[in-house]
């Protein structure tokens, strides 16, 4: 199951971004916490370059936290700034500003020293479809600036937002890249919903899903599905099975497969993490 997806829009944003990066002050760059690295965009560092960059990764409530903390640490070891919230919690959301002060403390000093006025810090928002963006933006405002959507290619455009007097953001669509070099890649980013369902084959993606959390968080599925552990050693494609008789389609394993990923995308298996600290690639 080879995916791709990356429409004209896309493209078009990706030249934007790096034409509005002279006016910003910092990069904020949003990821989803289940996929830490896999919903990092690799052409990020070549359009950022050396623009200060805070890593948000969002949806904490929905990933292992145990796993998130790893990552954590392993971004800050890289030197970059990091943040675990979740964009609809008000509480985690204003961490931002301060953590964004902290990053650019360094030149607002020299600022100062050269007698310029403090004024809002200028942010860009970055990230991948669907990994929650616009509802991060609409937390900040404390009302609905931008539109929200569980789906990918609500944002089309580019946006500046300002919130008070600290902070002015750019509000970006979401950009992919032009190839998935790993295979594993693109079947996480589908199963999290950073892509357009027409372009999937659902009963692979579910059995996927049942391959990983079979693994590593069989709890999930025994307590969610009802299975017992001889359940979980079947093939994947029988557990499938499993599931769509437990859940009354019969033999309707297309439904089975809706039913898998749509719970999982929202929300109702519990927390996990797919990109697996353990298994990282530097």
């Known amino acids: 199951m080879a995916i791709q997806w990356f429409p004209g829009h896309m493209a078009k944003a990706r030249r934007e971004v790096q034409e509005k990066l002279k006016y910003v002050d910092i990069v904020f760059e949003l990821?989803?916490?289940?996929?830490?690295?896999?919903?990092?965009?690799?052409?990020?560092?070549?359009?950022?370059?050396?623009?200060?960059?805070?890593?948000l990764l969002n949806k904490a409530d929905l990933a292992d936290p145990v796993q998130t903390q790893k990552w954590q640490n392993y971004f800050n070891n890289l030197g970059y700034e990091t943040l675990a919230l979740t964009a609809k919690n008000d509480k985690s959301v204003k961490q931002i500003v301060p953590a964004a002060k902290k990053v650019l403390a360094e030149k607002r000093a020299r600022d100062k020293e050269k007698g310029?006025?403090?004024?809002?810090?200028?942010?860009?928002?970055?990230?991948?479809?669907?990994?929650?963006?616009?509802?991060?933006l609409n937390h900040l405002a404390g009302k609905k600036v931008a539109t929200t959507g569980n789906k990918p290619g609500v944002t089309k455009g580019q946006q500046w937002l300002r919130f008070n007097s600290q902070l002015e953001l750019l509000d970006t669509p979401g950009i992919l890249w032009p190839k998935?070099?790993?295979?594993?890649?693109?079947?996480k980013l589908a199963l999290t919903g950073a892509i357009k369902d027409?372009?999937?084959q659902l009963d692979d993606l579910a059995i996927y899903e049942l391959e990983i959390l079979s693994r590593f968080y069989p709890e999930i599925l025994m307590e969610r599905y009802r299975l017992s552990e001889d359940d979980l050693f079947q093939p994947a494609a029988e557990i499938l099975m499993e599931i769509t008789k437990k859940r009354g389609f019969k033999d309707d394993y297309e439904r089975g497969s809706e039913l898998l990923i749509n719970e999982l995308r929202q929300g109702r298996l519990g927390r996990f993490t797919l990109d697996r600290y353990e298994e990282k690639v530097d």
């Open 31 to 55: 990821v989803d916490a289940r996929l830490p690295k896999s919903s990092r965009n690799p052409m990020l560092d070549q359009i950022i370059q050396q623009k200060p960059r805070i890593i």
């Open 116 to 136: 310029l006025k403090e004024r809002a810090i200028r942010a860009i928002v970055l990230g991948i479809p669907n990994v929650g963006k616009s509802t991060l």
């Open 180 to 187: 998935f070099e790993d295979p594993e890649v693109g079947k």
């Open 198 to 200: 027409d372009l999937l």
